[in-house]
């Protein structure tokens, strides 16, 4: 079926919705800027900038990062468009620049990391901060909750929420009332999120952050057997865990796995669509997300993300195709871990 009008007209009336607790609007396609830090190849300056602004002039006004992303230099370049382009909402990670011990989430960090972000960021009030996906016992700790209620109260951040690995991860952080948001992975190869914590964030009022939505890039249908990635790409170096959880590095799906699973889902892609869109579509249609974070490395591709906001929704059977291609494909490699 053909798509009768071009998404990209409608750019700059992006559809918003409400970013959780936050109560901020914000547009449903966001930019994740994990590319333009690090640990994707090599992104020149000009071309992080480049990107940046052509997201916002796509109708993006919700930026994603973490002062992990190249030791900072994610949140320096946005910082440098922020002095240009008043009125994104922005969002931040921290935590992970340490070792990650649950003894080190304590206030007197948290102020000490916010303040290099605000200072990289050139703001005094950071919109959003999260915890980068904390170990495990800091979801039960009430100080960590208490030291960031305090940095709201105080006015450094104005909401917070947290990065999860797991589904039982977020559980834990939705049902604590000063959390914002929760971001996750959320995307055709991962689709356990759908079975109890979108419902509960929708129900709690929690916004939820779909991040990884093109699984490393596996998603797009760009890639094959023969695909080489750079030596400081975490698609490289990380297929196996060795750096981070290897959930994080194409969905923790075994990469010939993953090839399968696109060839079987080629097929479903809308007429006027790429793989990429459709599979953002995907994500956007699933009730209780505020909001989905692909990343970009160039402008063609920051635009090409934000176009998925203009098409319709996918239709029943679509969607159950994609559930059963998840169930024979998919399912075995990641239901159980995450």
Not at 108 to 127: C, K, M, P, Q, Y
Not at 307 to 320: C, D, K, T
């Amino acid at each position: 079926m053909r798509i009768a009008r071009d998404p990209l007209d409608t750019i700059g009336l992006m559809e918003q919705r409400v970013l959780g607790r936050t109560g901020r609007r914000v547009g449903v396609v966001g930019l994740g800027a994990w590319q333009i830090g690090g640990d994707w190849g090599e992104v020149s300056e000009a071309d992080a900038l480049a990107t940046i602004h052509a997201a916002i002039d796509a109708g993006v006004d919700f930026i994603d990062t973490a002062d992990v992303y190249g030791d900072g230099r994610s949140e320096r370049l946005i910082g440098r468009v922020l002095k240009e382009r008043p009125g994104l909402t922005v969002a931040t990670k921290m935590g992970r620049r340490v070792a990650q011990t649950p003894e080190v989430y304590t206030l007197e960090n948290f102020r000490s990391w916010i303040d290099r972000s605000r200072a990289n960021l050139g703001v005094d009030t950071i919109d959003l901060v999260q915890l980068h996906c904390p170990p495990s016992p800091v979801y039960d700790d009430d100080r960590v909750f208490d030291a960031l209620d305090t940095l709201v109260a105080e006015g450094a951040i104005r909401a917070y929420g947290v990065s999860v690995e797991t589904c039982a991860e977020a559980l834990r952080a939705i049902e604590r009332p000063g959390v914002a948001t929760v971001q996750i992975i959320l995307n055709m190869f991962r689709l356990k999120p759908l079975e109890e914590v979108l419902p509960a964030a929708e129900k709690a009022g929690v916004g939820i952050i779909a991040r990884v939505p093109l699984a490393s890039g596996l998603l797009t249908g760009k890639f094959g057997p023969r695909s080489v990635f750079a030596e400081d790409d975490h698609r490289t170096f990380n297929r196996r865990g060795e750096a981070f959880d290897v959930g994080e590095t194409f969905s923790g799906v075994e990469y010939g796995v993953g090839l399968q699973a696109v060839e079987r889902l080629r097929p479903l892609v809308p007429e006027g669509m790429t793989m990429a869109q459709f599979a953002l579509r995907w994500i956007l249609d699933q009730s209780g997300v505020s909001v989905v974070i692909p990343g970009a490395r160039n402008p063609e591709q920051a635009r090409a993300n934000a176009a998925a906001a203009g098409f319709p929704r996918l239709s029943p059977e679509v969607h159950a195709a994609v559930r059963t291609v998840y169930d024979e494909l998919i399912r075995p490699q990641v239901h159980h871990r995450w």
